[in-house]
């Protein structure tokens, strides 16, 4: 009997101490409202290390977000105060803020927030917020160094990256991660034409709350999934008029989007891209390669600032991730079907963001922090790569023709001669296999999906090289060319980049079920609606049968074709349900187009086409 209870106490004791939260034994938590300059008070979360003391002061790590700081309550304790291990172990003054107008904060929320370049004392803006918050932290926190940094990934991205105008004097290092730049070139459009994949994320951005919460208010206006098949859902929605007077009447956002098709003052002033000036404080932008939400974001931010701010230390990393993938360790790294390695998260948390941090908080600020200007991931040979410059200087333009034998093609072999095909936006292409993936926030695998399916259908074309005799490095900036005629007045133009693998590549045994052998892995791809082919403000109608130019610009790349490999080129102009169909009929506002609007449109693509790549030396 005396053994049992001997036994009890210790599975009680040893339970007990499993269950022991370590940020709450170490840190006390702090709840404020820190006052703005126009009188807001905004929610604020402070975690300061037990240990502080005049003789052991720590800097501040402050995240702004509209997503929720909870827990809230004094009592209730984060289980982890960062996603990366290695910064929560050294311990800092971890800060996090809910923005203007969201859950316990004061204000009324605005999405991108425009930001006012010449402010008087009651102009107030998010770097206004920023500025503010940091102020009051290091003048109000006990043994604090003097020091601030901040991060944020994804909408918290835009909030870091626009924090970084602040010009506080305390503020010595920003990481902007996965950072919106620009709503019309990014999440909900590409290049203007809408993501009708982000349908079901308004209700997060267009309902605003009446008073302080510490629960989504919005919840209840959630879409929610009603098969494990996506694709129905927007296949039964109908246009996507059909879908706003169902489901958004009410949703202030959806509103503005509709009401605003063009690239308009609403959206220019929304632009973060143009007020990137005068920051001389260190900053490290991060992406992912396959990050489907907030591609554009990291590359602009990173070259606008390196253009624009000769004094900032400016870094740029890009590894092989989806949204966010740096913040979390899965140990065999995969995107959909592609392997990239073991543990590459960790590598980045601990020999890339925590020396970042580390040396501009706690070491010497005014020196640069010894990371190359852009650590790159290169997604063909699965490696990293470091550049003193991004785009590397070391790479030539080298133009591949889209000629109508389906070759991608060193030289125009027939100037005449062209390509066709026939949209019909009654019977779009589909943009992924992946149904059960269309039912999520936002999708996320079909950025290196296998491109098989499309390739077989005859309103897709496909442009290929022959077998490739030694490795091609494309590194850099992409621009496809097309010269088109159609016999509609409007009309998508989609191009896919396509890593073609050999037939005879090996299985993967982590993927059992997946053919690699003559794989169409996707490397990049973008959208360009004909309209805006000369201007984003001032759309402009196709004329019938007329020969015109359109350029697709796609986002830079990082991958080697190997050796054995093709390069293929798919050209498309529906996208469903990744993108909004376009009537193909052109319209003042697309987005209220009806089903008789849907008119198909005969396409030729000529043989100079091409597109421009940067290639490495």
Known sequence: MKRLLMFFCFVTVSFSFAQINPVEENFTKKEVYIPMRDGTKLFTIIYIPKDISKSNKYPVIMNRTCYSIAPYGETNFRKKLSPNPFIEKEKYIFVFQ?????????????????????????????????????????????YNNGKVGQYGTSYPGFYTAVGTLANHPALVASSPQAPISDF??????????????????????????????????FADKMIKPTSDDGYLFYKNMGTLKDGVDKYYKDNFFMQEVVEH????EFWQKRDLLP???????????????????????????????????????????????????????????????????????????????QPFFHHYLKEDSKTAAKLPEAYM??????????????????????????????????NILNQVAFSEYTSDPNKPVLSSENYKDMNGFTPRNYMSEDQRFASYRPDVLAFTTDVLDNDVTFAGEILTKLKIASTSTDVDFVVKLIDVYPADEKADPNKPNVVYGNYHQMVRSEIMPARFRNSFEKPEALSPNKEEIVNVKLQDVLHTFKKGHKIQIQLQSTWFPLMAINPQKFLENPYKATKEDYTKAHIKVFNSSSIEIDVLK
């Open 184 to 217: 019309w070139y990014d999440d909900f459009h590409h290049n203007g034409a809408f993501l009708m994949s982000y349908f079901k994320t308004f209700p997060v951005f267009g309902v605003n709350k009446t008073k302080p919460e510490k629960e989504s208010w």
């Open 377 to 410: 991931f290169d997604t063909g040979k699965k490696q990293w790569e470091q550049f003193e410059n991004w785009p590397p200087k070391q790479t030539q333009k080298v133009s591949f023709y889209l000629d109508n034998s389906g070759a991608l093609a060193k």
């Open 261 to 264: 098709p063009n690239y308009d």
């Open 275 to 353: 007020h990137l000036k005068n920051i001389n404080h260190a900053v490290m932008t991060v992406g992912g390669w396959y990050d489907a939400e907030d591609l554009r974001g990291p590359l602009e931010i990173y070259k606008t600032i390196e253009k624009s701010n000769p004094k900032a230390k400016n870094t740029i990393v890009m590894g092989p991730f989806s949204h966010g993938g740096w913040n979390v360790e899965y140990g065999k790294h995969f995107h959909n079907d592609i392997y990239f390695g073991d543990s590459i998260a960790t590598f980045y948390q601990k020999n890339i963001e």
């Open 98 to 142: 809910d923005v203007r107008g969201r859950y316990m904060s004061e204000g009324t929320f605005t999405n991108m927030t425009p930001q006012v370049d010449h402010k008087t004392k009651k102009d107030v803006d998010e770097s206004t917020d920023t500025y503010d918050t940091v102020d009051w932290l290091v003048k109000n926190v006990q």
